[in-house]
C-alpha cells in the first residue's frame, strides 16, 4: 500500500509538467520515446535474461507495450486536445475498466457499463457545455484508450507476477517491460514524429529527464509491485486517489483561473457513475450471500 500512496504523490505533479512545459512545445513522439529510453536505462543494468523463460520475457514486453507504450501514446495526444484537468478527470474511469477485464476474462458481461458511459458522457459535458467540440469528444475518447490500456497492463501484470519466479528480484526482470514499451514508441516516433520540435529549453530537458528516470523509470516499478500485494479493491480505489491529487497540484499551482463550478459539477456526475456501478455490482454479491432457506 505505501508503494502505490508514494507513486500517488509522486505523479500529483507529472500531469502539470506535461500540460505545462511539453505539450504543444515538444513533439508528443519525442517526449514519449525519451521517457521511455531513459527508464529502460535505470533497469538495463540489473537485467538477467537467463533468469526467464521466453514466455515471462515476452509477456512482460506486451505488458510494458500496452500499459507504458501505447498508453502514453493516447496520454500525450490527449494534452493537445483537453485541459490538465479534463485529462486528469477523465482518467476516472481506469478502475471501471479493471473490473470490467475481470469480467470479460470470466466471460460476463452486465449491461449496467452502458449506463455508466452514458453518465461519463453527460459528465463530460458538463464540464465545457458552452465549448464542446469535436476535439474535445475525441480528446475525451483519446484518455480512454489511455486508461485502458494502463488497466490492461495492470491485470495483466497482477497475472502474470503469480508465474514468475519467487526466488527473483522484480528489479532484475522490470527491464523486460521498458523494453516491450520501446518496441512501440521508437517505431512511432521515426514514422510519426517531428524531429523540428525536439525541447529547445533545459527546463524542458530537466522535465523529460525527470519524468523518465523518476515518473517512469520508478514509478511504474513500484507501482506495480504494490498492485501485486494488494487486493482488486485497494487497487481500484488507489488509481482514482491520482485524481484528486493531481487536480490539487495543477488548480493551486498551475491553473487558478480554471471554472471549478464546472469542474466540480462534472466531476460529480463522474463519480456518481461510478458511485452507481459499485452499487449494481454488488447486488449480485448481496444475493448470494443470502442464506438458501430465504430464497425458497
Avoid at 43 to 56: D, M
Avoid at 270 to 287: C, F, I, M, Q, T
Wanted: proline share 4%; with cysteine.
Amino acid at each position: 500500500m505505501s508503494y502505490l500512496v508514494g507513486v500517488t504523490a509522486l505523479w500529483a505533479f507529472s500531469f502539470s509538467l506535461i500540460g505545462v512545459y511539453l505539450s504543444g512545445q515538444v513533439d508528443s513522439y519525442f517526449a514519449v520515446t525519451a521517457r521511455i529510453l531513459l527508464a529502460t536505462l535505470v533497469f538495463l543494468p540489473f537485467l538477467r535474461p537467463a533468469a526467464l523463460g521466453w514466455f515471462e520475457r515476452l509477456g512482460l514486453m506486451v505488458i510494458g507495450g500496452l500499459q507504458l507504450g501505447v498508453m502514453y501514446l493516447f496520454f500525450y495526444h490527449s494534452f493537445l486536445l483537453l485541459t490538465v484537468p479534463e485529462v486528469l478527470l477523465f482518467t476516472i474511469f481506469t478502475p471501471l475498466y479493471i473490473t470490467l477485464i475481470d469480467d470479460l476474462l470470466a466471460r460476463r458481461f452486465s449491461p449496467r457499463y452502458l449506463a455508466v458511459a452514458a453518465l461519463a458522457v453527460i459528465g463530460a459535458a458538463v464540464i465545457r457545455y458552452d465549448g464542446v467540440t469535436a476535439d474535445y469528444w475525441l480528446g475525451f475518447l483519446v484518455v480512454q484508450g489511455a486508461n485502458l490500456c494502463f488497466a490492461l497492463g495492470q491485470v495483466g501484470y497482477r497475472h502474470l507476477a503469480q508465474r514468475l519466479p519467487a526466488d527473483l528480484a522484480h528489479r532484475h526482470l522490470f527491464g523486460w517491460f521498458y523494453l516491450g514499451a520501446l518496441c512501440i514508441a521508437l517505431p512511432a516516433f521515426w514514422v510519426l514524429g517531428d524531429a523540428a520540435k525536439l525541447p529547445t529549453t533545459s527546463l524542458q530537458w530537466g522535465v523529460l529527464v525527470w519524468l523518465g528516470v523518476v515518473a517512469s523509470g520508478l514509478g511504474y516499478f513500484f507501482w506495480n509491485q504494490g498492485a501485486c500485494r494488494v487486493d482488486a479493491g485497494t487497487l481500484a480505489i488507489m488509481n482514482n486517489a491520482l485524481v484528486p491529487a493531481g487536480l490539487t497540484v495543477n488548480l493551486l499551482i498551475w491553473n487558478r483561473d480554471a471554472d471549478l463550478v464546472r469542474l466540480g459539477l462534472g466531476a460529480l456526475i463522474l463519480v456518481g457513475s461510478l458511485w452507481l456501478n459499485a452499487r449494481w455490482a454488488k447486488r449480485p454479491a448481496e444475493a448470494m450471500a443470502v442464506p438458501a432457506a430465504t430464497r425458497s
